[in-house]
């Protein structure tokens, strides 16, 4: 199926980019990927099938991140975690809608997030 060691990120801001990378590699895991679009993030699923998606909801350009998730869904049963800066009740419904392994709230829980991520690909080295 995917490669078990392929975690990829779906940010436009490339703080929260290198944030999540450093933070990634301190849990134990390295990123395969990191994409700014909706768009990149569907050709990359298709092409790569990663382990896991690590997208924001609010992206910048032509598809925000549940319409890219809803997407990648009609195709491959890739596991997901939202990350959204801006938790109102119908984001997180439609969100939901999409059977996501979570939606965290940026900044995001280090903990939950590695215990998501562990349970994803059997654990970390750190």
């Known amino acids: 199926m995917g490669d078990a060691r392929k975690i ?4 436009d801001e490339t703080l929260n980019v290198v944030y999540m990378k450093l933070q990634l590699r301190y849990m134990g895991y390295e990123l395969a990927a990191a994409l700014a679009t909706g768009e990149e993030a569907i050709e990359y699923a298709e092409r790569e099938r990663p382990a896991l998606i690590l997208i924001d909801i609010n992206l910048r350009g032509d ?3 549940l319409e890219a ?6 195709k491959a049963d890739i596991p997901v975690v939202f990350l959204t ?3 109102d009740a119908s984001t997180r419904g ?3 809608a999409l059977s996501p392994l979570a939606v965290l709230v940026k900044p995001v829980d280090l903990r939950e997030l590695k215990r998501i991520i562990d349970s994803v690909m059997g654990g970390g080295s750190g």
């Open 8 to 11: 990829v990120l779906v940010e």
């Open 69 to 74: 998730v809803r997407r990648i869904k009609e």
């Open 85 to 87: 800066g801006y938790p």
């Open 63 to 65: 598809m925000n991140g």
């Open 94 to 96: 439609q969100a939901d």
